[in-house]
């Protein structure tokens, strides 16, 4: 046995796994695999296997792998100052230059930023902010949260119930009970014959409907990734963010943009709210935040509820609400080296420029295969959905597990695609610099693994 066999033996004793099979991990049924060495966008294992990562990690590495410039900004700031807390008023140097840029890169009318370490704990931070506004204006009542049939909104009580995925639900006793979900955005889903008009004008009215039904004075806040990630990569149909806004604001509805996915230049805009037009009073980020060199995330507060909060702090004192290393100061420095790459680079650019031809490339590589259903995407977002009848679009039996054996021949051939949980859909979030040469290359292999499934399966 090798040292790393050892190793991988060591893990499977001891090592939780997120999201993974307990007992095929603990068996090694599933082959466990040891990453070692990444740059650009191309990871390498321990046996020496050098795989494309077409999804960034988990969406995350928006800046591509092995930037010492931001290992080499954490290391003067641990020198400097590791850590101090931010209670009560304390701050450190990075922390307040990186809460300004923050702001730059968000839309109007944002006016603070509260830390945290993943998108999941930023969701529970706006939660609260939401009951906490409503009560200190008066309206106990007003606290049921909106999310949408196959978001992702994290994994923790709260935000575990905001995803809208079953399977993130399943023995944990959620959704909890002031959650509920509006329907998914997913056009090809939609009637056959039906406007991408009547299909917006449908997702408005269905979102009136259940706001009536719940009673506008009990609904306090509408969640949305401004394009669908983890449940299948929905892009939005043309002009649903303003019907959906004008809902809304017909209620007097907050909105949160969960801008985990989308943040930081995937759209090939700063924020996915800038791409949709949306105009969000809380926005949660995270992953491209640091492009995952350090755990961070944030959620940013607009003006309107921040005033409420500060205006009410006069008569209730300071927010019972605070993690120990909320704006730790090496995650800043990790943070601000990578808004510094992002912005030098002009990334976001790339994004939008290479993202366009990415999906224009498998869209023309797959329109005559007849497993693919949909190719759709914007920015640096793709996704594959596979269908048993493509006239029909009837999908394949879930047993059949079409998705994950593309997403394992994909792995075979040199390239991590990910098979999102929903239906089958192969997804892709590769690094945001991407060259055209890497895309083409990503496109060939996808099309060879398609293909290799469809002579076992047809």
């Known amino acids: 046995m090798t040292h790393y066999d050892d190793l991988l033996e060591v893990d499977r004793a001891h090592f939780m796994h997120p999201s993974t ?11 466990g695999r040891i990453i070692k060495s990444a740059s650009g ?8 296997q050098e795989f494309i990562d077409g999804f960034a990690g988990l969406y995350c590495v928006n800046i591509g792998y092995g930037r010492l410039e931001i290992a080499e900004a954490m290391y003067e700031q641990a020198k400097q100052l590791a850590y101090y807390h931010t209670y009560a008023g304390h701050s450190s140097e990075p922390i307040i230059e990186l809460s300004s840029r923050i702001l730059d890169w968000a839309p109007t009318g944002m006016k603070k930023v509260y ?4 998108g999941s704990d930023a ?38 119930s905001l995803t809208g995925l079953p399977s993130f639900h399943m023995n944990f006793d959620l959704p909890q009970a002031d959650v509920r979900h509006a329907m998914c955005p997913h056009f090809y889903k939609a009637p056959v014959g039906m406007s991408e008009a009547d299909y917006v004008r449908q997702c408005a009215a269905d979102l009136d409907q259940l706001i009536q039904s719940e009673g506008p004075d009990t609904v306090a806040a509408f969640i949305g990734e401004p394009v669908m990630g ?5 892009v939005p149909p043309a002009g649903y963010w303003e019907a959906i806004q004008a809902v809304l604001n017909k209620y007097d509805v907050l909105l949160i ?39 961070m995330s944030a959620s940013i507060i607009g003006e309107k509820v921040w005033d409420v909060i500060e205006e009410a702090s006069k008569r209730e004192g300071a927010m019972g609400h605070g993690w120990t290393y909320s704006g730790h100061p090496v995650c800043a420095a990790a943070a601000l080296a990578n808004l510094n790459i992002l912005e030098s680079e002009n990334i976001a650019a790339n994004a939008a420029e290479v ?26 977002l793709a996704a594959i959905e596979f269908v048993a009848d493509k006239t029909e679009r009837i ?50 292999i996808t099309q060879a693994a398609i293909e290799a499934v469809a002579g076992q399966i047809l």
């Not at 966008?41 to 020496?48: L, N, W």
């Not at 830390?115 to 993943?118: D, M, Y």
């Not at 999906?359 to 995407?377: C, F, K």
């Open 21 to 31: 099979h307990a007992h095929d991990h603990v068996t090694g049924a599933l082959k």
């Open 41 to 48: 966008i191309r990871v390498k294992d321990s046996d020496g």
């Open 115 to 118: 830390f945290g370490l993943s």
């Open 123 to 160: 969701n529970e931070t706006q939660i609260k902010l939401v009951r906490y506004y409503n009560n200190v204006l008066g309206r106990p009542a007003k606290k049921k949260i909106i999310s949408r049939q196959r978001a992702y909104h994290g994994s923790g009580i709260t935000s575990g």
């Open 230 to 234: 983890t449940g299948g990569i929905i």
């Open 257 to 295: 943009a969960d801008e985990v996915v989308c943040g930081f230049g995937r759209l090939g805009t700063p924020m996915g709210s800038h791409y949709f037009n949306m105009k969000p009073d809380l926005i949660t980020v995270a992953k491209g935040l640091t492009s995952a060199y350090a755990p």
């Open 355 to 380: 993202g366009a031809l990415f999906n224009q490339r498998l869209r023309e590589a797959l329109a005559d295969n007849p497993m693919v259903g949909e190719v759709r995407g914007v920015g640096m």
């Open 395 to 444: 999908p394949f039996d879930p047993s059949r597990k079409v998705g994950p054996l593309i997403a394992a021949a994909c792995m075979e051939r040199g390239l991590i695609a990910r098979a999102l949980p929903h239906a089958d859909i192969l997804g892709f979030a590769p690094p945001l610099v991407m060259t055209s040469a890497e895309a083409s290359e990503i496109v060939s």
